[in-house]
């Protein structure tokens, strides 16, 4: 486990953000030392308020890229606009630093990265039916397996850090807190190594960042995407839209049909799909 060798002050950013307790973090399956050569860039909690705090101070402090935090528990685990997300034991929490080489406006070519390796990593490990709903959930049976939240910082026009923030279902509970949620292990009928599902994601994230130029990255999502075609309510910061996901263009925004039949262009929003009878 890193202290300060890899240029971050963990003493600081644990003081502020949690703990680590050793005899926890060996017994874990997600212990550092299961990630073999990617194991000095594992930050592990028992712990902690969000990872997504420890895992700014890190980036800040200028940790190297692919730097990941991961926690047991968290206490204010966040979810999008602003709700909260069931850090409870069993689940897998963890936020990946990024250090991609590109302007602030190409930042959701690593998010939609993110989520189809999240997904190939689970589809390839279990044989999960797992799909992707816009822009970065990962669905299994029309149910939420896991969320994402990013946090981007700039500097003269170059990304100096993108921060993804996952949650996933994998050995928890999730349905008998939260409608609409299911874990590999209900869906599996058996709980499951959450170092392993890391580690496959994190081989696909490796891949997925390598082919980034191709030019095929939302192609690669497309592929995986359960929300074109659907029928959708979008919350955004400012409205809620209703109508019918066509698209997701090569900027990731989300092309909506409205009633009027204009087409509207989403670029941030939380989407629900609709039950095919038409009722959510
Ligand atoms: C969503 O609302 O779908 C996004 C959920 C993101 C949850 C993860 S868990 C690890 C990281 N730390 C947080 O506080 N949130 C993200």
């Given at each position: 486990m890193p202290d300060k060798s890899d240029g971050c002050d963990m003493e600081a950013a644990e003081a502020r953000t949690g703990k680590r307790i050793p005899a926890d973090y060996e017994a874990s399956?997600?212990?550092?030392?299961?990630?073999?050569?990617?194991s000095a860039l594992v930050h592990w909690f028992a712990?902690?308020?969000?990872?997504m705090d420890a895992a700014r101070e890190l980036a800040r402090q200028g940790?190297?890229?692919m730097s990941l935090v991961v926690a047991e528990?968290?206490?204010e685990g966040r979810g999008r606009l602003a709700r909260s997300w069931d850090s409870r034991e069993g689940g897998l929490y963890f936020t990946l630093v990024t250090r991609p080489?590109?302007?602030?406006?190409?930042a959701h070519l690593v998010l939609f990265t993110a989520s189809v390796s999240l997904c190939c990593a689970i589809r390839g490990l279990y044989g999960v039916e797992a799909g992707l709903k816009w822009p970065n959930d990962v669905l299994s049976g029309g149910k939420k397996l896991s969320g994402m939240l990013s946090e981007l910082s700039a500097e003269g026009g170059r990304i100096s850090y993108l921060n993804m923030g996952i949650g996933v279902n994998v050995n928890n509970d999730p349905g008998s807190t939260v409608a609409g949620a299911v874990s590999l292990k209900n869906l599996l009928g058996r709980a499951v190594d959450r170092g392993e599902l890391l580690s496959a994601f994190l081989d696909e994230m490796d891949a997925g960042l390598g082919r980034m130029?191709?030019?095929k990255v939302m192609a690669r999502w497309r592929a995986l995407?359960?929300?074109?075609?659907r029928s959708v309510t979008v919350a955004t910061v400012r409205e809620t839209l209703s109508g019918e996901a066509i698209d997701v263009d090569e900027d990731g925004a989300l092309l909506l049909l409205l009633a009027d039949g204009s087409v509207t262009r989403v670029l941030h929003g939380d989407c629900f799909h609709e039950a095919p009878g038409g009722k959510p």
């Open positions: 399956d997600l212990s550092p030392a299961r990630f073999g050569a990617r712990e902690i308020s969000s990872t940790c190297p890229h528990r968290q206490r080489l590109l302007p602030p406006e190409l130029g191709d030019g995407a359960e929300t074109p075609g």
